[in-house]
DNA sequence: CTGAAAGCGCTAACAT
DNA sequence: ATGTTAGCGCTTTCAG
């Protein structure tokens, strides 16, 4: 493997000007560099970014802390359009990314500071992060450079993406209304995802604004899983008839409300109105298609690269940022009929 | 940062002794191995992977060479599934997995085996390559160990992992010829993925074996892409109404198929039977679902993995392997009554 | 069982 | 404009 000693020694000159030649430095004569230019490509030199690395302290890489990459949820490829959404930016910065999965078999004993430091990492990108993960703590409290994608904490060396919850969650509720209905239940995922009490919170404000009375026996927890979610469906709209649309805090359990109301034959939309979130691509797939809020998860990862690389070089910018999201309207919502 | 110099300072011995220490070396006293551990816990140390790959050469490290993720081919997840197994296995043996993407807006000019020997990866996996990406020359000629996926090429430090695809083609078509239909049509994808001419194979041996003439204008290409393949079947089925059934060489294209079909008002099953191949996600959510040729892609990924790691531990083992497919019947192909 | 010393490939003062 | 020297943090002979 050819290293700058090699060109050094060919091409008649020291390390260090073989060194500055080829990153580019003033100070070195224009014949001398052409010279180590060519030499370097006659050698088929690549850099050694290890040692480079070592020396320089920074490794021009950023750290993919994710979790949710696993076969189970790989249905909600969330995760992967946020991934290249950052990976887009990353190579155009020419940042290479490594993949950390916090989902491995034998529970990493490693903590996230010393994840990061043994691989030397410039900054790190967490996504999927539960709140009571306790490598969300150490974020906060490590002085590694970090962007969280929809977890809105801040410090000087932690920043995050994210988008309105509470007014995503709202705009859903307040189409329901719009349409008529009245009685509406929500599907609310666990407590560990830091948007599920946002969404609530969005869901809660709708009701107040029209006046209408919020009943905490109408709100389950799908735990953001497909089945789970039918099965809550299903209990919750057995008991009370009287419901005639249903906001859920994600796609995939509106996936599963989808098929509570087969089993109980109630017909969506006609029937029964719901509302997901998220909008994956199954939303516009599945029968029918899912009214439901959409997130551009690609620019999600896009703008926490951004905004994670604009950091590490520096930039004293406020590291947040607020995403818009859409209603989009499909067939799983209509006017109420009763 | 606390380094081994630190550890050794404090715990009075070398930095020998603290490397070998920490590194399981039998020849240590076992309380001065306690003792530097101790100290090591106390410091909150963590080794630099950097120094350590530049000493001996190796960085415990696996590129990732994938393209297709970009925003338009989220949709099949194939790749994402792939790097799910691929994640699985390497983090078990704790091993890194660095994401290289060809992808980049600015065409990185580098070269492959540049890209590998920059980063001091150990190995490599590439998946979702076109048979004629400058890349996969490289591959072959490089001593980089490889695996590649989907692509059956050998040598010393090159393996796959794949499936029989002419098998699995031939059983679709068997499928279909099972259920009575005689005038089958094909959408293949584009010439650049290997996997393209053998499923076509399977397709026109199915025919052979059963005495059905291969009509090669009934084979159309769909770039592997939803839309295209809905235009291609479009004109296909409406220039030879006499075809009853197509197999399609992914499930991206049997969607657009589907289309088609409703833009002709043709109903899929009862008057056109289409099957697909790789069963991703969608393929369950399709109306109707699509019976189609089911791979195991995590595995595809974690046995990708296995390899690379065995082959890169010394392994001898031949680097070679073709996992099972499995044709999965859903509603999308019936009887054929004409 | 332990330590001194060399060196992986590179960059960065500090001369000259 | 170029070379000398030191050193990043680690592993690994080689001696003791």
């Known amino acids: 493997m050819t290293t700058i000693k090699d060109i050094a020694r060919v091409a008649g000159v ?18 001398t560099r052409q010279k180590i230019i060519q030499v370097s490509k006659d050698l088929n030199y690549s850099p050694n970014t290890l040692a480079r690395g070592l020396v320089m302290n920074k490794s021009r890489t950023i750290g993919l ?5 696993n076969r189970q949820n790989a249905k909600d490829q969330f995760t992967f359009e946020v991934l290249s959404g950052i ?17 491995s078999t034998k529970q990493r004993e490693k903590t996230y500071s010393q994840l990061c430091k ?3 990492v410039d900054g790190v990108i967490l996504s999927g992060i539960k709140t009571d993960d306790p490598y969300l703590q150490e974020v906060v409290e490590s002085d590694i450079p970090c962007i969280l994608i929809d977890i809105p904490m801040k410090s000087d060396t932690v920043g995050y993406v994210t988008t309105d919850n509470v007014l995503g969650a709202s705009t859903a509720v307040n189409h329901l209304i719009g349409l ?19 969404r609530l919170q969005g869901y809660k404000e709708a009701l107040e604004t029209r006046h209408l009375p919020f ?6 927890n799908g735990a953001y899983d497909e089945e789970t979610a039918r099965q809550e469906a299903e209990k919750l709209l057995a008991r009370y008839p009287e419901i005639t649309a249903v906001f859920c805090a994600s796609d995939l359990m509106a996936l599963g409300v989808l098929k509570a109301a087969v089993s109980l034959g109630r017909r969506v939309p006609e029937q029964l109105s719901v509302v997901g979130y998220d909008d994956i691509l199954l939303a516009s797939y599945s029968n029918p298609p899912l009214t439901t809020i959409s997130q551009n998860k690609f620019q999600l990862g896009y703008e926490a690269a951004t905004m994670l690389i604009h950091m590490l070089e520096g930039s004293r910018e406020p590291h947040e940022m607020y995403l818009d999201t859409q209603l989009v309207i499909r067939r799983s919502t209509s006017e109420n009929h009763n």
Chains 1, 2 share one sequence.
């Open 215 to 220: 009943r905490p026996e109408w709100v389950v």
């Open 118 to 120: 043994e691989r030397r």
């Open 14 to 31: 020291s390390v260090t000007t073989v060194s500055r030649a080829l990153n580019g430095y003033g100070d070195v004569n224009e014949n």
């Open 180 to 198: 008529g209905h009245r009685n509406i239940a929500m599907v609310n995922g666990h407590d560990q995802a830091f948007v599920s009490p946002q």
């Open 65 to 69: 802390l994710v979790s949710g990459m």
């Open 87 to 103: 990976n887009e930016y990353a190579s155009e910065q020419d940042y290479d990314l490594i993949l950390f999965s916090t989902n």
